[in-house]
């Protein structure tokens, strides 16, 4: 088992900045990759950004630039750094644990909500 547990969502202005944390716990061995997905109303759950336990960092074009995925080790945490906030960016936010398919399934948080207001 892995627990995942998001917190830091909120509402915010455009223009504004969140910090995402996702506390990871359990079985975390062979853990791939550590990220971030969203799901807007209406709209399916799409990638936002991975690291990788070797710390190499992934984005989507519409955040590049605008977001940033880090990982403390120490803490069994990965946050998800956001700035300059646009209506758009409203969604839910899930955090998301890659293994290798042979091992287990991928493992999700319960989300956190961000909502931009404009």
């Known amino acids: 088992q892995v627990q995942l547990v998001e917190s830091g969502g909120g509402l915010v202005q455009a223009g504004g900045s969140l910090r995402l944390s996702c506390r990871y716990s359990?079985?975390?061995?062979?853990?791939?990759?550590m990220g971030w997905y969203r799901q807007a109303p209406g709209k399916e759950r799409e990638l936002v950004a991975t690291?990788?336990?070797?710390?190499?960092?992934n984005y989507v074009d519409f955040v590049k630039g605008r977001f940033t995925i880090s990982r403390d080790s120490a803490k069994n945490t990965v946050y998800l750094q956001m700035n300059s906030l646009k209506p758009e960016d409203t969604a839910v936010y899930y955090c998301?644990?890659?293994?290798?398919?042979?091992?287990?399934?991928?493992?999700w948080g319960q989300g956190t909500q961000v909502t931009v207001s404009s």
């Open positions: 998301n644990a890659n293994f290798p398919s042979w091992y287990r399934a991928d493992s």
């Open positions: 359990g079985s975390i061995f062979r853990i791939n990759t």
């Open positions: 690291i990788t336990i070797g710390g190499s960092t």
